[in-house]
């Protein structure tokens, strides 16, 4: 039989999309899927949107595109990142097949076998396949309530044999961390940096779904924070501010990067589906993605609310949580010596599944955490759903 590739054998499955069946069933309280609910998407607003298109417009929708994007869409995309305060000078942007498109993109262009991406510990499971996925090694780092430990991120980047060639992080409400890395570790992560020879790419798709207003300020990208020690690629995506079934994401980077990455994008797919494009465009433009945003912001902030309510009653002592101020996310900390696949196991079968901890470690190994989305369950389920997690945890501690 023929042999299969090494980058193949590089990668793993994510148990996320494994569980996800599972989460499908009726009579299950699914903690695991990091998506929105099926009752928050703005089907009226789209509804609308479609029904108003001129049929030339349609037509474009049904053909094939630019690389880079549908041009209406990436001016208004470029306008729209320009007053969050992202640079466009010497930068370009692409629209992407979903942000994770563009991670693999940036990795796919700058890593070779062995070349090492120092990444948070934690990292999101995306993050980990597309290095996984050009035979990257990870280097990880872990994170406190405010960003990556400082000093040992600098160690990391210090480490030879190889330097790194890539930093990968999520500042803003981290999956699967749930943390805000706040406004002085974003910049004291920048001070590290110059003079060194990395691409920081800043994967972003949760900085919209902030609970409270004050917090608005706190989630400006790395990018924007004024000159860009070394090159910077922002990734960005529709998928949790309009619905991830319309595959689009965005990438911002120095435009001899960019065209690196359209150039590898054009192997893969040719171009973003046209169609999805027109209606974000719309959606965009239109003032509607701003009036929806607000909306779902409230939602998320009340189930975040239910869910942390719930582990306060319910769960035994020794554990331990964040409080997110926004994105999907609680990360849970168990108590020494319990295992989240042993919990996992017990749970399934009493009607709750949620990701465990080892599926966002760098190494694979360490399982001492629960991710727990609260962004896809029904409110009303959440704390039945928290009780029954609760009662595995205890049959796993009196074991």
């Known amino acids: 039989m023929v042999e299969f590739s090494q980058n193949l054998r590089s990668m793993r499955s994510s148990e996320i999309r494994e569980l996800m069946s599972m989460a499908a069933r009726p009579d299950v309280i699914s903690f695991a899927g990091g998506m929105p609910n099926n ?23 049904f053909q094939y595109g630019p690389t880079h994007g549908y041009p209406p ?7 729209y990142l320009q007053r969050k305060g992202l640079p466009l000078e010497g930068h370009e942007l692409m629209v992407t097949t979903g942000s ?7 990795t796919r262009v700058f890593l070779d076998p062995g070349d090492v991406t120092v990444t948070e510990d934690p990292c999101f499971i995306g993050g980990i396949a597309a290095i996984r996925a050009h035979q990257g090694v990870l280097r990880g780092v872990p994170l406190d309530d405010h ?20 930093l990968y992080l999520t500042p803003n409400f981290h999956n699967p961390a749930g943390i805000l890395y706040s406004r002085e570790r974003r910049q004291a992560v920048l001070r590290l940096l110059p003079g060194r020879d990395l691409v920081l790419l800043e994967d972003d798709a949760y900085a919209e779904l902030y609970f409270a207003d004050e917090d608005r300020d706190l989630v400006t990208p790395l990018k924007a924070l004024g000159p860009n020690p070394v090159p910077i690629c922002y990734t960005g995506s529709f998928s949790k501010i309009m619905g991830p079934g319309f595959r689009l994401g965005w990438l911002l980077a120095p435009a001899d990067i960019l065209k690196k990455c359209e150039l590898a994008k ?8 046209t169609f999805p494009q027109v209606i974000a465009h719309e959606f965009l433009t239109s003032g509607k993605l701003e009036a929806y945003v607000a909306r779902i912001r409230r ?13 306060s009653l319910h769960m035994p002592a020794g554990l331990d949580w964040n409080h997110p101020r926004g994105g999907f996310y609680i990360w849970v900390k168990l108590p020494p010596g319990l295992d989240a696949t042993d919990i996992l196991k017990i749970a399934i079968p009493a009607g709750v599944v949620f990701i465990n901890g080892k599926t966002f470690d760098p190494a694979g190994q360490r399982n001492d955490r629960l991710r727990l989305a609260f962004s896809h369950t029904p409110e009303d389920k959440i704390e039945e759903g928290i009780r029954v997690l609760a009662g595995a945890i205890r049959k796993c501690l009196a074991e």
């Open 39 to 61: 009752s928050l998407f703005p089907i009226e607003e789209i509804d609308e949107i479609y029904a108003r298109l001129p049929r030339e417009v349609k037509q474009i929708g």
């Open 299 to 311: 939602e998320y902030a009340r189930r975040a609310k239910i869910m942390l309510n719930g582990l």
């Open 266 to 273: 054009q192997s893969i797919d040719a171009c973003t589906p």
């Open 147 to 166: 960003g990556m430990d400082l000093s040992l991120l600098e160690k990391a980047l210090n480490q030879s044999n190889p330097l790194p060639k890539l």
């Open 73 to 79: 869409l990436c001016r208004a995309l470029k306008e």
């Open 100 to 106: 994770q498109q563009a991670l693999h993109l940036v």
